[in-house]
Each structure stands twice: as C-alpha cells, then as structure tokens.
C-alpha cells in the first residue's frame, strides 16, 4: 500500500465513524508517528510504506515503518471511537505555540484567542501582572506571557495535574515570566492585601449539564469539571465577576469568556458589580464570547 492510500484509508474509516475532519486528523495522526512534516507526505506518497514484496525498490520497508504503521493503526481506530485527537498526540498548537495536552484539561479551542487577543490590546505598558484563572494547559497566561515579556503572569488551577502540565509547558516552550499555582480559585492566591492586577482573564467552565453538546464529538472526552457549571453554566463566571474586584488595580480589567448565548447575562453581573466600559466581542465564528469590564480609576 503507498502512503497516500494508507492515509486515505484511514480518513474514509474516520469519516465513516463520524469524524467532522477525517482528513485532517489522518494526517495530523500520521505525522505523529513519523515524525515527518506535511510537505513530506505529499512529496513521497507514492512510496509503498512497510512492503518492499512487490519489488519496489523506493519501498521504505524496516521494522521502524512496520512498528509506525501498526502504532498509525491503533491511533486510528482510537480515533474511530471518539478520542480527540489533541489527547492521542499530546499536543495542540495554540497561538503559535505547541501546547502539551492530556484528558485532565480542556483542550486549547481557536475561540480563546479572542481573550487572548482582548487581553494584549489592554496590556499597553511595558509591564504589568496578569492573572489567568482556570489556566488548563496554561494556553492563554503562555499566549500572553510569551507576547509580553515585561509583564508578569499569574495560572491558578484547581487540578494538580492542570498545574504540573501548564508548568511543563512554560519549560519547554522557555517562557520564563509565568508562575502557576494549585488552588480554589482566588483562594490560591497569597493572603496578601497589596496583591493587585492589572488584567484578569479567564475562560471558566461554562456549559449548562443538561446542554446536548456534551453527548457530543470530543467534549465527552474532555473532562467535566473544565466544562460544567451550575446555575445553567453561569456560577462561576459569576464567582469571578463577585470576586476578581477585590484583586483589580483601579483601571484594571476582567475579561471572562463564556457561551455565546451568556453574553447579556455576564454584561448585567458587571454592570451590577460596578465595572465601566462593559462591552462584549466576538469570536472567529461571529459569536458573542469574551466579556470584559474596568474597574472604575484611573
Ligand atoms: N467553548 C467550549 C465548548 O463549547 C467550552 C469551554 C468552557 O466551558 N470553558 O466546548
């Protein structure tokens, strides 16, 4: 079999089993395994993979390429099944960034660049502190940290595990200004009464329990407590909203994404809390997904 037809078998089996991108995820799959970029796999798919029996000679045929197509194989049917495949390769690029990932955290969406990039166009001076709650693999406080390197950034999860990989994560990717810490919220952070911020972001679980998309595609694999919130999905972007306050310097923002039918409902609580400049932006697909407020001051 050439590479070409080994990989477009996979995508068909993939499509049949209801992938939205078989293709894709074939190939992501493939390169995993091999190590080899795109450009080579369309350069040599031609080449027969791990059979020279046919008498041809470009074969790439040794026990690595028979060891790699049998590993293709089980990525595949792993796939068949339902797993992301951002936890079968243990990476997602976000923000231009590799990110390692595994099944304790959410996996980095495109959506959250939109907080990302509402968080860098308030970061106007040289320095400043930034806090990102509910940090996950670290996506957003390494997007932002590796972008502004005079500030200061701040990851709080409540998984050791979320903790231990946004860590490793900041190590590879040699972003040196980002600190995370362990705890409940703003509960991790130290008991100190001069701590202040100048940006808190965060994006919170945020899903109804009883919304159907859970029963769906790679969120069933993801892990709830990264998705699911009480009060159809508002409790803790309201616990923020309640909270952050106490931990804005004056002038400072909350910026919170949410659903994109919770974007009135996360208005109003910022509205009530006394934030200025209440506004909602959207994201790569034209919903209403990041809110974001001031705290009254300078
Ligand atoms: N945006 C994600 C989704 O719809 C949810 C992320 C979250 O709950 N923070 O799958």
Do not use: K
Not at 233 to 250: C, K, M, S
Not at 285 to 297: A, D, I, K, N, S
């Amino acid at each position: 079999m050439t590479l070409d037809q080994l990989v477009r078998h996979a995508a068909l089996r993939l499509q049949a089993a209801g992938s939205p991108s078989p293709r894709l995820d074939a190939e992501v799959l493939w390169m995993h395994v091999t190590g080899r970029d795109r450009t080579w796999l369309y350069t040599w798919g031609d080449r027969t993979w791990g059979d020279r029996t046919r008498g041809d000679r470009t074969a790439v045929d040794s026990a690595e390429a028979r060891w790699q197509q049998a590993r293709f194989d089980a990525l595949i049917a792993a796939r068949a099944q339902g797993m992301p495949v951002a936890y079968l390769t243990g990476e997602r690029e976000f923000h231009g960034l590799a990110l390692a990932t595994s099944p304790e955290t959410l996996i980095p969406r495109p959506d959250t660049e939109t907080l990302v990039e509402a968080a860098l166009e308030r970061a106007t001076a040289a320095s400043g502190r930034l806090l990102d709650m509910g940090t996950g693999t670290g996506a957003i406080a390494l997007a932002f940290a590796g972008e502004r390197p005079g500030w200061q950034v701040d990851g709080v999860d409540i998984g050791p595990e979320a903790v231990a990989l946004a860590r490793d994560n900041a190590a590879r990717l040699e972003i040196g200004n980002v600190s995370f810490v362990h705890g409940d919220w703003f509960s991790a952070l130290a008991d100190d009464p001069l701590l202040a911020f100048d940006l808190i972001v965060a994006n919170p679980p945020y899903i109804d329990a009883a919304d159907p998309h859970l029963r769906q595609g790679d969120v069933r694999f993801e892990p709830r407590s990264a998705l699911v919130a009480a009060e159809a999905g508002l409790a803790d972007l309201r616990h923020l909203v309640d909270r952050a306050g106490g931990y804005l310097t004056p002038g400072g923002w909350l910026a919170l994404e949410h659903g994109h039918t919770q974007a009135r409902a996360v208005r109003d609580m910022l509205d009530q809390a006394g934030y200025a400049r209440v506004a909602s932006l959207r994201d790569l697909g034209g919903h209403e997904r990041v809110t974001l407020g001031r705290q009254p001051g300078d």
